[in-house]
């Protein structure tokens, strides 16, 4: 049993060595090392004259799940679809320099859920699981405990300074993150009208679509999924008028994007349902901009249709460039939020890519931006029950076998693995035998320890990356809640602005 796994690591390693190296032949010298060591060393050095100007702009990306084992696991795969081997890759965020921990629990939930977190680095508040932009007082699906409760967002916060906002998202817009900008709601799942229970709607409370048309109105650049939820019941989607559910939910019979159309049309206002309409837009004709490309939450990137479904990177350029025509500067969310459904769906291979991709928006967004009056910061909710391990020797695929058998059933097993999900399988009452089946196919889900039918979240921390001004106050390890004060302290927005001083119309800060 143990000579057959020494067999297979030998293998590998033979095989490794036979065509391309296993590793680099230059990384066999300690000169290479000790050369990017102190490369390294100098470049830390610079950043000892911190950057203290104050940020124009703010920009928030948030990987939804996107833990460190999906941050690493990223990398390693951007690495290796340039046939690189990956573990020596940078990701876009792992050029901040400045990086921390946040601490995620909700206030009465170790382990997270995305609507509390999203309340917490947006409102600047902890609260409940399942409830957005209302504090721990409020009390999940309990209609009347959201007044007095309310508390605002940073985007809020940004908009009454006079700077442009917007919110780009790969989910619907009315989903969990986005809506915690700008909803008070007692429940996250309250997506329109038609998702409430009639007490609730009795009892004056407002679903999470109508929400984002009425309490911040002129939110000036709106993308994502969820058409169906600003479209009376039944009526038919444009893009699949054939498939009922797809179809309007509004019980009230509103149509919310008729009505935005209309307070829009002598705004330079647009709205757009597919990519050939959002890409054909001038930014510079552009002040307000509503985009709806699925009627739900959009495809996953690896099932994103080119042709007529708009990137995230896409999308991103597409805000920017609107939103930076405002000479008071713009507070951007920009949520990668499919990396968490393909963790709970147990298919790490849709996580993944869809976290290659937010990196590759937020250089896109480094392209467009300048660290000297842009504050950007990268983080996640929360975490899931998703790692790679194995003892995997350099350049596995990162989808790939462990160079080794279970010492224990004889089995091989892929690197990654989840903790719990729907990837628990058993054939003939034991461990399914992956190399019998296709492990690197896009919606492979990947074996887990714990049948569920779907994967739930990780309770560790997540990583916060920061750069440009004030982004060295994020460090060491903080509440999640700490971010927003971090943004609008540097913005000279919210509540901190005693250090701010205006000269000659601009605005420095006095921070000794």
């Known amino acids: 049993m143990k000579v057959t796994a020494l067999l297979i690591i030998c293998s590998c390693v033979i095989s490794g060595n036979s065509g391309k190296p296993q590793f680099p032949e230059r990384e066999k010298d300690p000169q290479f090392w000790n050369t990017l060591a102190q490369q390294t060393l100098k470049e830390a050095l610079m950043q000892q004259k911190l950057n203290q100007n104050v940020a124009k702009n703010l920009i928030l990306f948030l990987g939804d799940g996107m833990g460190v084992p999906t941050v690493t696991a990223a990398r390693i795969l951007k690495g290796q679809l340039k046939g690189q081997s990956g573990e020596e890759t940078q990701l ?301 020797h350099r350049g596995n695929t990162i989808f790939g076998l462990a160079p080794m058998l279970s010492d224990v059933d004889q089995k091989p097993f892929t690197s990654i693995l989840y903790g719990n999900g729907p990837g628990y399988k058993l054939v003939n009452g034991a461990r399914e035998n992956v190399s019998t089946i296709d492990f690197e196919e896009n919606n492979y889900q990947a074996q887990a320890a714990v049948p569920l039918s779907m994967e739930t979240h990780g309770g560790e921390d997540v990583a916060v990356f920061a750069k440009g001004p004030l982004a060295h106050l994020l460090h060491g390890v903080h509440e999640q809640n700490y971010i927003p004060h971090v943004m609008a302290y540097a913005a000279c927005i919210g509540q901190n602005r005693e250090h701010c001083i205006a000269h000659d119309g601009t605005a420095a800060l006095n921070l000794f």
Not at 175 to 198: F, K, L, N
Not at 206 to 227: F, T
Request: charged content about 25%; hydrophobic content about 35%.
């Open 92 to 392: 876009e965020m792992d050029k901040f320099p400045f990086v921390s921990l946040a601490k995620t629990y909700n206030t009465n939930a170790q382990v997270p859920d995305s609507a509390g977190t999203a309340t917490a680095y947006l409102c600047g508040v902890k609260a409940n699981e399942g409830t957005v932009g209302v504090s721990a007082a409020a009390v999940r699906s309990q209609c009347n405990t959201t007044e007095g409760n309310e508390v605002t967002s940073i985007l809020k916060w940004a908009k009454d300074s006079g700077k442009s906002v917007g919110i780009v998202t790969t989910t619907r817009v009315n989903h969990a993150t986005p809506s915690a900008a700008y909803a008070h709601s007692v429940d996250r799942d309250w997506y329109s009208d038609g998702e409430m229970p009639p007490e609730a709607l009795q009892a004056g409370c407002k679903d999470i679509a109508r929400q984002l048309m009425e309490n911040i109105p002129n939110i000036d650049v709106i993308m994502g999924g969820g058409r169906k939820y600003m479209y009376p019941k039944n009526q038919s989607d444009v893009e699949y008028p054939n498939i009922p559910k797809h179809s309007g939910t509004r019980k009230d019979g509103r149509n919310l994007v008729e009505e935005w159309i209309a307070k829009k049309k002598d705004k330079k206002g647009h709205y757009v349902w597919n990519k050939k309409q959002v890409l054909s837009l001038n930014p510079n004709n552009v002040d307000y901009l509503l985009g709806l490309f699925e009627p739900g939450d959009l495809t996953y990137e690896l099932e994103r249709n080119s042709e007529t479904d708009p990137s995230l990177t896409e999308m991103v350029e597409v805000a920017i460039k609107i939103l930076r025509k405002n000479s008071n500067g713009f507070y951007l969310l920009v949520e990668g939020g499919r990396i968490d459904h393909g963790h709970h769906e147990g298919k790490a291979k849709q996580a993944l890519h869809e976290a290659v991709e937010m990196d590759r928006a937020i250089g896109r967004a480094h392209l467009l931006t300048s660290i000297h009056d842009t504050l950007t910061v990268v983080t996640a909710d929360h975490s899931h029950m998703f790692n790679f391990g194995g003892y995997t």
